[in-house]
């Protein structure tokens, strides 16, 4: 499953061999993909290594090899809209009582799984509405709500383990102590404890193996807080 950042890049550089039979160097792919610096497309590039897309060949410079592309490419498409992380979450209406000939369903709520967060190293926002999981409606505050699978151990001391699901309300505001979904120059995802540092936002991780990221406001945008936490055992 790639982002859209991903499969763009993974595109360009498949034509780009086609073409002219070697890869594109890092400044032609960070200006294809109208990337700030080329530090993302370090990253772009590691994660589709990671996930068997394309092989960097040793010793030897701007050697990448294209190994496989996605099957169908509708399917393999996710994550953010043009301006980043804007997960489509249900209407909090769907454990609402019904009358007459419809049935009467009120002990849960189906709550959309996104994807994955990164409770660690930021990592590009993965969203996937393939699968939900079903609330009780006493668990949900008002508003809307998405749940994302956590991944990175970054907020252990705060009880948020590797593989918890972490209920998340959407929401563009925060207060200091928030756990919240940040979402860093609108392409890493990441979940970490809000604080306001004079002018800066810090990003701060519930595991002293992991440092504070002090940035400025217009380089991290609040996705939502996270209201509650489920793990399977």
Avoid: C, W
């Avoid at 002219?20 to 990337?35: C, H, I, Q, R, T």
């Amino acid at each position: 499953m790639l982002t859209r950042k991903q499969l763009e890049l993974l595109r360009f550089i498949h034509e780009r061999l086609k073409e002219a039979g070697v890869p594109p160097s890092f400044d032609e792919m960070k200006d294809a993909l109208d990337l700030r610096s080329k530090s993302g497309i370090h990253r772009l590039i590691t994660a589709l290594e990671e996930r068997g897309f394309i092989r960097r060949l040793p010793n030897r410079a701007r050697a990448i090899e294209v190994i496989k592309l996605p099957e169908a490419v509708g399917h393999s498409v996710v994550g953010a809209r043009s301006r980043g992380f804007t997960p489509s979450i249900i209407e909090g209406n769907l454990g609402r009582v019904r009358t007459g000939a419809e049935d009467v369903s009120t002990r849960s709520v189906a709550v959309p799984v996104m994807g994955r967060i990164a409770a660690g190293t930021p990592i590009e926002a993965i969203q996937n509405k393939g699968s939900v999981i079903n609330m009780p409606p006493d668990l949900l505050t008002a508003g809307e709500h998405f749940a994302l699978e956590v991944r990175g151990d970054s907020m252990i001391e705060a009880g948020i383990l590797d593989g918890d699901l972490a209920l998340i309300k959407k929401t563009e505001a925060a207060d200091t102590g928030d756990i919240v979904v940040a979402l860093i120059d609108d392409e890493e995802a990441t979940l970490k404890r809000f604080r306001r540092r004079g002018a800066s936002i810090a990003l701060e991780p519930a595991n002293t193996s992991y440092e504070v990221r002090i940035l400025p406001p217009n380089r991290v945008r609040i996705q939502g807080k996270m209201v509650g936490l489920f793990r399977r055992y």
